[in-house]
């Protein structure tokens, strides 16, 4: 991976996903010993939440409730 004449990188698809790098999320650069961090400008619970705000309405099935519990539990 090389870094641009504009000092851009591509982040991995991979890690991307791993972390919750959406796009327009807010990243921090930070110095560590011999290394760059990169990190979520959120802290965990706003990424939680931030997640769960995007995913809000995404489901588009006909299930009931009931039917995906059953779903979920077997048939014990």
């Known amino acids: ?9 591509t982040i991995p698809h991979r890690l991307r996903r791993a972390f ?9 650069f930070e110095a560590g010993e011999d290394c760059v961090v ?3 400008r959120l802290s965990r619970r706003e990424f939680v939440r931030e997640r769960l705000r ?5 489901g588009t099935g006909t299930r009931t409730t009931d039917e995906v519990m059953q779903m979920t539990r077997g048939d014990d």
């Open 38 to 40: 990169l990190r979520s």
């Open 20 to 28: 919750g790098l959406l796009p327009n999320t807010e990243v921090i």
């Open 1 to 9: 991976m090389r870094i641009t004449s504009k000092g851009q990188v």
């Open 54 to 58: 995007r995913a809000r309405g995404a």
